[in-house]
Each structure stands twice: as C-alpha cells, then as structure tokens.
C-alpha cells in the first residue's frame, strides 16, 4: 500500500452534523484504504458525558452521534470506509450499541466494532502514582471528593489492535487526538511504533487533521483581510499518507473554504506549546524542520516533521465540582445608553454587597468592553464612551444554585428598581467544571480492546 486517505469530519463535540456527508461521498470514489474519523471530545466534554452516564446509564457517549452517522454509516460500510472515533467518550459500550441499532434500521450488514477502553481512571486514580504536569501551578492537588471524572489521553495501540483485528469501527473514550489518525496508518503501514520520524509524521498529520474545518479555512476566515469562498458549506479535510511519512493536505470536492500554505500554518501552530517538542503518548514531535509546498489548489504538501522517543507517562485530565455559574443580562439602547449601562453595572455590584451574598462578580458591558474586561473592572471604567447599544452581563462564581439565583435575580429587579430603558432580560445558571492535569505512569494503565 503506497498510501492512506483519511478524512475527518468533525473537530469536536456540536461541529457540524452534516460535515462528513460530502467527505463519505469523495472517500467512496477513490481507491485504496480509506478512513474517516470523528474528534468530538474537548477537555470538558468528557465530565459532562460522565455526568450525563450517571444520569442515564444508557447516556454518556457523543450527544449528536446518530445525527452524524445515519446519513454516511451504509456507504462507509459498503465502500469500505473505516470510522476511528473517540465518540464514545464515557460510554463506549453506549456508543457501540446505537451504531449497531442503526446499522439494523438501516439495513446495513452489521459492523464489526472494536472499543478501545482503558482511559476512565474515574474510580482507579486514588491509588495511582501521580505527578505534575508542568501546564500545571505548583500545588495544584487532585480533589478526589469533588472528582467527577478522569480520563488519560492513551495513545494509537489500542486503535491500532482494533483495526488489525478487522473492525470495521473503532470506538474510543479519550485518547490524544492525532492518535486518531496516527492509529490507523500504524496499521496500514506497519510502521514500527519506535521508528520516531515516521510516527512523528503521523502525529503532524493528525494534528493538521483533528480539527476538522480549520486547516480548510474554518476559524481562519477574516472578512477584508483574509476572505475566502462558500463559508456556509465549508470543506472538511482529507489527507493523503504515504508509506514515507509524506503528507498532502486537500479537501472534500464541491466544498467550500480553501486549503492554502497559510490555513496549513495556522493550524500547524494551533495549541502549540514548544514547536520542537510537542507531547503526544506516541512520541515527541519537532515541528521546526517542518516545510511546506503548494502543490495546486486546495492541495498543500507537508515534509519535514522529526520525531523524539516517547515519555513513560500519560498525561490524565481530572474534572471536579466548580461550584456554580449564574448569568444575568440587560440590554439598553438610545441616546446616553453606555451611561445608563454603567450605572445597572454599578447598581448590581452594591445590591450583591449589600445583600451579604457571597460571590464572585464580574460586569461586562457588551457592545463596549466584555472580551477585553477584567474582573476589577478597570478597563471598563477606562473605556467610557458613547455606545447607544450595550448588553449589560452580570457573572457570578458560588457555591450554590441558590446563591447564584439569588445573585442574577437582581439583573430582574432592575426592570424597574434601575435606570430607565431596560430590557430584554435572562438568566442562566449552570454547574461549573474545573480542570487540572497530572501525569500518570503508562504502566500503571492497562489499555485493552473489546470486539463486538
């Protein structure tokens, strides 16, 4: 095999559900092996499947997952398209069963479906050794009383396995996201795990790939300064592999957006701590060496990537209890409208003090000065001007719902108890997460594959 075609239709959990109909459609009219993987996981979505699985036992996996496999799942297993995905995120197994409904609705010949388990560390972490992660403060500790899940970021092995055991679907929880795509070239090309340019090219091609639009001109785009076509129905990338390690960037036909040397770079930096060192469970990849050729339109080779031998460790993301977030919003218009927003802003913050309650406070003035804010509040008060249409956002941290319905039931309050010409009034109060890192020995982690 000279070379692997992989697509990836979505770069996290509410991308867009329609995204990997019109890769499934071009990956079917080529030859060769072809994959298409699904990155759906953040940082947090993994702690609002767990709670979601406590919730429901039959919840816990990717919420918009029959949403994105009931229009491609027939033709990916007619055509031989392997699906790789971490959608099962806290429920595998969950995942796992409404892909094989599916496939029956369908009428589909039912898939041969390996799980890759081993990273919910959820009820284990307590007797682990752990370590610092250097992304970490000193004396940042594990809260295992407020704990609701952690999960290790494991590497391509099980995917790998999976695929050489003949799945046709492999369902993972967490791991690392280029091991996504790293897992199946592993297995395609037999690379041998510790030949470290070779997984290093597979991690860069990963990473280009994992989230989805960007390298196509999503979350690139700038009106006027950096334009680009058909933003509606933006391309979705798909990469061509060689047995080398070369990379060639391209996108789904009849898309739209661009594939370009600068969309490339911008991805090629995303989240990048050290260019010459970015840690991954597979290996340690040097991007500094990294070169880039446009080859044509909406094609972009990538050479150059140096890999480093991998660290012992895994790197464990841990979600605790956060306490509360509770929102208020108003809106004032007209003349003098910056001046009256002020004025609720201020309001708001002597009513939380004078009502005793105990809060963490911030008011953005939307329209004037939110992204920019600090929670003092001394940019706001520096930026006064003339807004004639400004969103006032009252935000709270507390310990309780009821603290923080207490807290925005003051934005209502201002409907008539504040300055004149408010409106549109909400709220919103959600529990809040909170996530530290540590690492954990590899060998303290037994990673293993499931066949249905």
């Not at 970490?136 to 055991?165: F, K």
């Amino acid at each position: 095999m000279e070379h692997v075609l992989i697509g990836c239709g979505a770069g996290f959990s509410g991308d867009r559900v329609d995204a990997p109909i019109a890769l499934v459609n071009d990956l079917a009219g080529r030859d060769g092996a072809r994959f298409l993987i699904l990155e759906t996981l953040g940082e947090r979505t993994l702690a609002l499947a767990q709670k979601a699985k406590i919730a429901d036992p039959n919840a816990g996996f990717e919420p918009l997952l029959e949403q994105l496999l009931r229009p491609i799942l027939k033709s990916c297993l007619d055509s031989g398209i392997r699906i790789v995905s971490n959608f099962g995120a806290a429920n595998p197994h969950g995942a796992a069963r409404l892909v094989k409904g599916l496939a029956a609705e369908l009428g589909c010949r039912q898939p041969r479906i390996a799980l890759v388990l081993g990273d919910d560390l959820t009820g284990s972490l307590r007797e682990m050794p752990l370590s610092r992660w250097d992304g970490e403060a000193e004396g940042t500790s594990v809260d295992y009383d407020r704990m609701v899940a952690a999960n290790a970021y494991l590497g391509a092995d099980g995917i790998v396995q999976g695929l050489d055991n003949g799945a046709d679907i492999v369902v993972t929880g967490r791991v690392a996201d280029p091991s996504l795509v790293l897992g199946p070239l592993r297995h395609v090309f037999e690379w041998d795990p510790q030949d470290w340019d070779r997984i290093a090219s597979g991690i860069l091609a990963g990473h280009l790939l994992e989230c989805g639009s960007q390298v196509c001109g999503g979350y690139f785009c700038d009106p006027g300064v950096k334009d680009l076509p058909d933003m509606d129905n933006v391309g979705y990338p798909i990469a061509r592999i060689g047995a080398d390690g070369s990379i060639e960037i391209g996108k789904a036909a009849h898309t739209g957006g661009a594939v370009t040397a600068q969309t490339v770079k911008e991805q090629l930096l995303y989240e990048i701590h050290d260019p010459s060192c970015y840690i991954t469970p597979d290996g340690v990849l040097d991007l500094t060496g990294v070169e880039l050729q446009v080859l044509g339109p909406d094609r972009v080779a990538v050479r150059g990537a140096r890999g480093k031998p991998a660290t012992d460790t895994y790197k464990v993301t841990v979600s605790q209890h956060g306490g509360w977030l509770g929102e208020g919003e108003l809106s004032y218009a007209g003349p003098n409208a910056e001046a009256r927003a002020r004025m609720a802003g201020d309001i708001l913050l002597k009513r939380l003090d004078r009502r005793g309650l105990q809060v963490r406070a911030r008011i953005d003035l939307i329209g004037v000065v939110s992204v920019f804010g600090d929670d003092k509040g001394i940019l706001s008060a520096a930026s006064v001007g003339d807004a004639q249409d400004v969103r006032v956002r009252l935000a709270v941290e507390t310990r309780t719902r009821s603290e923080a319905c207490a807290a925005t039931q003051e934005v209502f309050a201002l409907l008539c108890a504040g300055p004149a010409g408010g409106g549109g009034a909400r709220e919103r109060h959600v529990e809040r997460i909170h996530t530290m890192s540590c690492l954990v020995p590899k060998s303290s982690i037994p990673v293993y594959v499931e066949m249905l």
